[in-house]
């Protein structure tokens, strides 16, 4: 059964700090991987989607990398900003076409 | 603003009401999700819809009872619930199900808490 763990639960950086987070999937069958950004009492916003066959995905500040044989993604945050404060929800796409989702990591941006 | 609308936005009921859950989604999609958040657990899939037939129950209580009358519109019905029922209930939409070619487009949820 696939499981996701993100780590860490929670983060408190000051504004313009690079920072990283991480996923981990336990079987490496997947067809992609998605990091999403989901602000309090609000649905999921998503920010990047790794197919299986790739390696990184970049969109402005934020670069997320996928290893599939070691069952690991990383999500890089440059020069951090009190509005990128949310939770950020990594989610596997399994060999049934189900997404899988980690508890995410509550990112907390000071000025 | 994802395309994916859901009303109430906010919702309390007591155990014993019956009381539904409305997606509506304004993107062409043929498929359609709801998605049950708790505090303790992970954002996991309850049901899957594609083109109004249902393709997936993840064993999902029978007090829960979707409905899908069209592509556009998903329903999500409530009956005598329990106090640990009480979650973020999203809806998502994707162009088809069953396949890893579309994302997924997720509403903004419904905080239901039950009494």
């Known amino acids: 059964k696939q499981e996701v763990t993100q780590i860490p639960a929670a983060l408190s950086v000051p504004e313009g700090e690079n920072l990283v987070l991480n996923c981990s999937f336990t079987d490496s069958a997947i067809y992609n991987l998605q990091w999403f950004r989901q602000d309090p009492g609000k649905g999921l916003t998503?920010?990047?989607?790794?197919?299986?066959?790739?390696?990184?995905?970049?969109?402005?500040?934020?670069?997320?990398?996928?290893?599939?044989?070691?069952?690991?993604?990383?999500?890089?945050?440059?020069?951090?900003?009190?509005?990128?404060s949310a939770t950020y929800l990594c989610a596997v796409m399994d060999s049934s076409y189900k997404l899988i989702f980690g508890s995410g990591t509550r990112l907390l941006v000071r000025p | 603003e994802t395309g994916v609308t859901q009303?109430?936005?906010?919702?309390?009921?007591?155990?014993?009401?019956?009381?539904?859950?409305?997606?509506?989604?304004?993107?062409?999609?043929?498929?359609?999700?709801?998605?049950?958040?708790?505090?303790?657990?992970?954002?996991?899939?309850?049901?899957?819809?594609?083109?109004?037939?249902?393709?997936?129950?993840?064993?999902?209580?029978?007090?829960?009872?979707?409905?899908?009358?069209?592509?556009?519109?998903?329903?999500?019905?409530?009956?005598?619930?329990?106090?640990?029922?009480?979650?973020?209930?999203?809806?998502?939409?994707?162009?088809?199900?069953?396949?890893a070619s579309y994302e997924q487009y997720f509403g903004p949820g419904t905080r239901l808490t039950v009494t």
């Open chain 2, 7 to 99: 009303t109430p936005r906010h919702l309390v009921m007591g155990m014993t009401n019956k009381k539904s859950l409305k997606c509506e989604q304004h993107l062409g999609h043929n498929a359609m999700y709801w998605y049950k958040q708790s505090a303790k657990k992970p954002l996991e899939l309850m049901f899957v819809y594609s083109l109004e037939e249902r393709v997936e129950n993840n064993s999902v209580p029978s007090r829960f009872s979707p409905e899908c009358p069209n592509s556009s519109h998903l329903f999500l019905h409530l009956h005598t619930l329990q106090p640990e029922d009480s979650a973020l209930y999203l809806c998502a939409s994707s162009q088809e199900s069953g396949t």
């Open chain 1, 46 to 84: 998503s920010l990047l989607l790794i197919q299986s066959s790739q390696r990184e995905q970049t969109s402005g500040r934020l670069n997320a990398s996928l290893d599939k044989s070691s069952g690991r993604s990383t999500l890089y945050i440059a020069a951090s900003q009190p509005g990128d």
